[in-house]
């Protein structure tokens, strides 16, 4: 079945440092794939996606390349702030019916001054 | 604003009882998912619904069960609370079309004593 690996946490970076978390999938076919963000004592809100190969999803000053040759999806920022400490989750949408959704574990990024 | 609206954000239940977590949504979605979150484990899916009293098993459906008598609404049941199902529970609800994303309601936090 359809899986996500992402680089294990916690992350911890001073401000203005250069931020890449690590993405790989499995899949069948031509999933799509996103970028969620959640903030402490919330839910998990988009924060980009790709929908095919060789597709930049961009937002915030986040960027993420879908990467077909190998399955990868990294996340990247240059220049990270303190109010950008939370934990991002790397996932897949299946081509398959449904659009089941499969997620990674999650990275928690702690930014300090 | 579109919105995934959680019932509760905490709730407290002793073991055996039986408990409803219930979501609305107000975007017209097809799809409708429960996934809980552990530390370490990210999100599981533990069902997902792709229309009104349709449901299907996602990876760990075992002492749950779902209910969607409206397409707005797509409540989770614990038939007999345990300890271990004290968890983060998520919901959130995307478009039948692929490559949407999915919107994710703020989350119940779920103890059980």
């Known amino acids: 079945g359809d899986s996500v690996t992402q680089m294990e946490g916690p992350v911890t970076l001073s401000e203005e440092a250069f931020l890449t978390i690590n993405c790989t999938y499995t899949?069948?076919?031509?999933?799509?794939l996103f970028w969620y963000v959640q903030y402490p004592g919330e839910g998990l809100q988009l924060l980009l996606k790709?929908?095919?190969?060789?597709d930049k999803g961009s937002n915030k000053g986040f960027e993420a390349t879908y990467r077909k040759e190998t399955t990868s999806f990294h996340l990247e920022k240059g220049s990270v702030q303190v109010s950008d400490s939370a934990v991002y989750f790397c996932a897949l949408s299946g081509s398959g019916g449904y659009q089941k959704v499969t997620f990674g574990t999650g990275t928690k990024l702690q930014v300090i001054p | 604003d579109v919105k995934v609206t959680q019932s509760s954000r905490y709730l407290v239940k002793r073991t055996g009882e039986k408990v409803f977590l219930e979501c609305v949504q107000d975007?017209?979605?097809?799809?409708m998912f429960w996934y809980r979150q552990d530390p370490g484990l990210g999100l599981r899916l533990i069902y997902f619904s792709y229309d009104v009293k349709m449901k299907e098993k996602g990876d760990i459906p075992e002492g749950y069960s779902v209910s969607r008598e409206k397409k707005e609404r797509f409540s989770l049941i614990l038939e007999s609370a345990s300890t271990n199902q004290t968890s983060m529970y998520l919901c959130?609800?995307?478009?039948?079309?692929?490559?949407?994303?999915?919107?994710f309601g703020q989350g119940t936090r779920l103890t059980v004593v």
């Open positions: 959130a609800s995307s478009h039948r079309e692929r490559n949407t994303e999915a919107f």
């Open positions: 975007m017209d979605h097809e799809n």
């Open positions: 899949a069948t076919g031509y999933p799509s």
């Open positions: 790709a929908t095919k190969a060789d």
